[in-house]
Every structure is written in structure tokens, then in C-alpha cells.
């Protein structure tokens, strides 16, 4: 049936017997035409009543810009016959959604293209927060990928219950903090974004299931190494995907990796007494607020601390599982800390733990977790004076540096003139006030050996080269005292 409706811009006219692809979370797009020709026209699964006559705000911020990688929008708002929210747009090719039908996976040089694309379009609009970034939100037109529906699902989160907004969601694609009703940001896109890689990578999001087996992957869930994608790429999908927004990279970096790599109450004061009550009240109100944001801070760092433990133990263990599965000879007793030994040689590592202080004042640097790795290995003394057993030690912390705009792990070890420690590169704790000052710009005691090297996502291969080129020469009877620090660089190859 023809159904004509005015809005903002114009008046258009679309068939609803005629649909674009399978209806949305927040609406379902029809064929239709106006004055400039055929449009796709967007009906919000929204009423006027549901709304509370809200304005369409999305809609004029978008079209007032000149964006290349998002559908443009031609029109907008509420008809005036139905009362009913709708979004003009250029007809497009074909969504993502509808490419990947009857493919199991793409090609790299055409999932770099996708991600890119849709990179571009999140950061042209940076700020918006999309909030339901799926295949078939995105658009193939004008010869590239396009983004549709950017804020829609602000809008309808503004003008409805929470519990219409979460089943309105994706769940294929809703990262932790939208399945726990908390608030959206950039990051929230980049998981997405992480979610339409892997499919396009492998087949499928990296949580699949029935509803509840969805929510608990994005909520407790890892995602399974893609085996057809290098280290570097399931790295970075890996970052993009933690439960912490403010673990995950920007886009910015995303980009250059991924092209790199192809309620009010009322009150009246009627007295004095009543008046003094209301102050007392909303102080004790404010009050209340800023515990429970503190409350909520020291939680989050706590969760995400313990997240990026988890990945650090998966890192270290693909390690150790690379050394045990080399050898035959290699074992891994578990006594006070996991180790692995093969001959003279035995490389271990402390449990991650979450350090109570966070920030460094004097290096700017912020901690949410700490561990460290050790080397210890006999050694062939060929003076009276060298010691039969060499050990070298590295500190490795989950922070973010003064101008990062992402918390990463890193590994960095200290020495110190005139000390034991200065052909022994050791590592600190961020406890230790050597550690702070070690990175800042004040002369202390202990100085960087070598670091920090960030050792996650696509560098987590360099941090393998290293420990376990170092350990097989210790192995070997080969590894020496550096003879100089910082260590040159041979110290760490085979050579």
C-alpha cells in the first residue's frame, strides 16, 4: 500500500508491501520516491506517544554535514499525519548482512577494506555514539562502505524504558556495558566493530548461541583465536573486545593496525526547620553520589585490572605452551610460581595481581595490574670472581602512559650503577617508589635497562621472541651478564 508522508525536508511516498531487507531492532526500511527520485525510507519501530514528541535531532545533525562513509540522510523527523518518526535515505546497493550470505569468510584485502570504511564513517561522526553497529547497518553505496542509522538507537534510548532499548539491541553484537544498561561511548562501537571482524574473519561473531548463552559470552565469555588470522589480527580483536571500554584501542589505532597489517522528587520548604532538613537532605544526597561514583571507580578499575590479568596469564602461557611443546625435555613444575625448566634454565612468572596504588605522580604513569617474569640460569664461571647462577628480571605492568590514549601491558626492567643490579637487569614493583622514578625525568637510584616494550595484542610475538631466545641460550650454557647497559641488542638474539 502507498502511504505518503511529509516531514522536515519534503514529502515522500513509500510502499509497505515493499520492504528493503528484514525489519531492525528499530525499524524496518521500504522502497519509496520523492521529488529527487527513489529513497529508502526508514519507519521507526517508535510512536509519537513513546517519544513524548521528541525531536529527531539525529537527523538534522546528519544532514547538515558532508560525510563520505555514512549513508547521507535526505530527510527526517515526524510525519505529520501519523505521528510516526522516519528517516529518508539514498537506496543502496546491498548491507554487509546481505554480502555475507552464502560466504563463510571473506578475503583479507576485502575485511581490511570493510573495517576501514567503517572506521572512517565512526570517526567523521565522533560524536555520535552509534550503539548498534551490525552487518546490516552497514551499507554498500556510492562505491564504498557506509554506516546507517548512526543514533538511532540514542534516540529511542532517550524516549523509552531500558527494557524496550535491550531487546531492541543486537545481541550478536551489544558489548558488556549495553547488557548492564551502562553508559555508551566510542568504545562501545569498537566492540562491535570487533564482532563484525571475527565474522567476517571466520564465519560467525565471536559469541553465538541462544539469548543467555549470548549475554554471558559478552558479559564472562573469551573469544576463540581465529586460526585463518595472523597473531597481530586476533590481537587486536582480542583489545577491541575486552569487557572494560576503557581497555579497548581507539579507533585511531584499529585503523592504523588494521591497514598496517591489510526521577525528581518534589519538595517545599514551608519553615525554616523544613528549609534547614532540605539542605541536610541534599547534602547528605551529594554526598551519597560521589561514594557511590567512587564506589563505582575503584570497581571498574578492579574489573578491568582483572581482566587484563586474565590476558596476561593467556599470554604467558602460550608462551610456556611454546617452549613445552618444543622440547621434549622441557617440564613445567608448579611449586611457589608457574615456571618451565629445561636444563640449567628455568623461566617463571608471578601471579598478576592488582597493585593499591594506581597513579604515578612523578612518571604520570597509571597501574591497574602487575606481574613479572623471571630467568634464572647456572651458569660457567670463568673467573673467581663470577657468580655460578645469572638471573634477569622484568617487570611487567598494565598501565597507560602519560600520552596514551590506551591502557596496555608492558614490559620494562631496571639497573642500578654501583649495585649488583647492573648487569642484572631486575624488575620493580609499581610500589616501589624506584619504579616512578626510574620513568620520570628525575635522577634516582635505578634507571630502564630496556623498555617498556608493549607486549599485548599484535607485539605479543616480540615478547615470545624475547623470553624464549633468552631462555634457550640460558639453556645452552650460552647466556651471558650483558657486558654494558642498557643491553645492546644482541644480548637478546641467538647470536
Known sequence: MKIEIRLTEGTWIFDDSDPLGPPGGFGEVFRGSGECGPVAVKRLMLTADAAAHRE????????????????PVLDY????????????????????????????????????????????????????VHRDLKPGNILWHDGRWKIADFGIAKFVENSTSLQTLKTSLTPQYAAPEQWLMMRSTSATDVYALACI???????????????????????????ERMPN???????LVRSMLRKAQDGRPSLQRCKDIITSAQTDVEATAKNALAEAGLQIATQQAEDDAKRLEE??????????????ADELLLILNRMFDTITDSSEAANRPYSTAPSVCLGPAELSFEIPNNPPRVHLEGSGWTVYAFSQIKLRCDIERVSYSDESEYTISASLVYAKRPNDSDFRWFEISFWAMNSSFWKQPVALSPNDRNFDVAL??????????????SIDAEDEQSFHDRWVGLFARGASGKLRPPQQMPPPSTFFSDS
Open 197 to 223: 571482524v571475527q565474522e567476517m574473519i571466520v564465519g560467525d561473531p565471536p559469541f553465538t548461541g541462544d539469548f543467555d548463552a549470548i549475554r554471558d559470552g559478552h558479559l564472562r565469555g573469551q573469544p
Open 295 to 308: 564506589e563505582t571507580r575503584i570497581l571498574s578499575i578492579k574489573q578491568q585490572g582483572d581482566e587484563a
Open 229 to 235: 588470522a595472523s597473531a597481530r589480527i586476533n590481537g
Open 440 to 453: 620520570s625525568t628525575t635522577m634516582g637510584v635505578f634507571s630502564a635497562a630496556f623498555g617498556p616494550h
Open 77 to 128: 523527523g515526524q510525519d505529520a499525519q501519523s505521528d510516526r518518526y522516519f528517516l529518508v535515505m539514498p537506496i543502496c546497493d546491498y548491507s554487509l548482512e546481505q554480502h555475507l550470505v552464502g560466504r563463510e569468510t571473506l578475503e583479507w584485502s576485502e575485511i581490511s577494506n570493510v573495517t576501514a570504511d567503517v572506521i572512517d564513517g565512526l570517526m567523521e561522526v565522533g560524536d555520535i
Open 56 to 71: 529527531l535531532t539525529l537527523g538534522a545533525t546528519l544532514s547538515s554535514r558532508t560525510l563520505t562513509n555514512v549513508v
